[in-house]
Each structure stands twice: as C-alpha cells, then as structure tokens.
C-alpha cells in the first residue's frame, strides 16, 4: 500500500493555465506538507497543514492555493501557471518527530 | 529558525571508497536529525534518523551517521559505496517543539566505476 501518494506524477501544460496537484496519505499522519524542488535540487517548503488547519505559509505567490478536505488529503491549487513554476513538487506527511514521509513528486512543466 | 549547511554540493569517490558527506546545522536547542536520499527521478526515503540516544546511528544500505552535539554535526559515512549509491542526499533537522522541518541544500553523490 502506497503511503502518500500524488496525481499526477506527470502534469505539462501552458503559461496562464489552472492546475491542481492532489496528495493523500494513509499513515493516520495529521501533519502534512508541499515542498517545491527546483532544477538546483533545492527543497523549499511551501506550506504545512496540522489537521485540516494552516500552520506553515512560506512566502508563496498567491496563486498557490492550498486545500484540505481532511487530514488524509491535502491539495495545491495553482492559478495561472508561469514558467518559473516548472519544478517538481513533492507532498510529505509528518510523524510524531517531523520525519517526513514523501509521496513520490508531480513534475510540472510550463510551456 | 534553523539553518542547514552540507558544504560539498557535489562528492565524486570511486566504486569501494569510503565516502563521508558533512552536515552542520546552526541551533543547540535539543533536534532530531535525519538524512534522506533521492535516488534519479525518485521521490526522496529515509536513510537514517538520529531522535535519542547513542550518537552513532545505522541507516540503511550501509551508511551510518554521527550525531556530535558540540560541533553541532551530523556526518552521514559509509565504508565502501556501490554505483547504486549514486544520488543526492539531504540532511534535514527538526526541533523538538513545532513542526517545522529544515532541509540542507543537498550533496550529489556520484560513483566512478
């Protein structure tokens, strides 16, 4: 059984579309998390959710949108796509000591 | 906040070397600390954890890491690699309270057969 798990894995589309990346875990984690890994390999997190609440909101353009439905799932929303939001994104769920636990990422591409 | 410093971005060592990847990180409050690894176009696994306890921790596929806590160091070694350990590895560290997590910039591993 997959841990955390991400569709799509694959997502390409153009400049000033609107796309969603959908997460869910099935580790009874009540933390979870969406990080953006760039070209450079550099992890940076985006936001954090404990139980359905926002707890961390790193600075983000506001066209990232972060949903969650319950503490299983936890979507991104972006509004019109740019160029520089080609990167792969990767959702995580956290234990009792933070370890994160990664779904297995979503490249975007922006044409 | 916490900073997280692996200062070799890229380790090349041949095939049956040792290797060791250095991680420093910047507060004395109490951590826990952790390497990941992320295999080409893989998502990113757990290698070891350091949470209490003896300093010297064993992970997986061989590696071992050191927890020293007046040089606020978190070593990641491993006695002889294999071409499949070729990847980046990420030194992470945690705080005991909140639940922020703090990544390293990561250290690509290549080895040279």
């Known amino acids: 059984d997959t841990a955390v798990s991400q569709t799509p894995k694959y997502l390409v589309t153009q400049m000033g579309n609107d796309k969603s990346i959908k997460c869910e875990q099935n580790l009874g984690h009540d933390t979870m998390y969406w990080y953006k890994q760039d070209s450079k390999k550099f992890l940076k997190i985006m936001f954090s959710y404990n139980n359905k609440e926002l707890i961390i909101n790193e600075t983000v353009p506001n066209r990232f949108s972060p949903k969650s439905p319950d503490k299983a799932h936890l979507n991104l929303h972006i509004n019109s796509l740019e160029l520089g939001d080609s990167a792969v994104y990767f959702c995580?769920?956290?234990?009792?000591?933070?370890?994160?636990?990664f779904g297995p990422g979503t490249r975007l591409t922006v044409l | 906040a916490q900073s997280v410093t692996q200062l070799d971005s890229q380790v090349p060592v041949f095939e049956e070397a040792p290797v060791e990847l250095r991680c420093n990180y910047s507060s004395s409050v109490s951590v826990y600390l952790f390497w990941y690894v992320q295999y080409p176009n893989q998502g990113l696994q757990l290698l070891l954890k350091y949470l209490s306890g003896s300093t010297l921790v064993k992970g997986i596929n061989g590696f071992e890491a050191e927890f020293n806590k007046s040089q606020t160091s978190f070593h990641l070694r491993k006695p002889s690699v294999h071409i499949s350990d070729t990847a980046e590895y990420f030194c992470?560290?945690?705080?005991?309270?909140?639940?922020?997590?703090?990544f390293g910039t990561g250290t690509s591993l290549t080895v040279i057969p």
């Open positions: 992470a560290v945690s705080e005991n309270t909140g639940n922020q997590f703090y």
């Open positions: 995580a769920s956290s234990s009792f000591y933070n370890e994160q636990f």
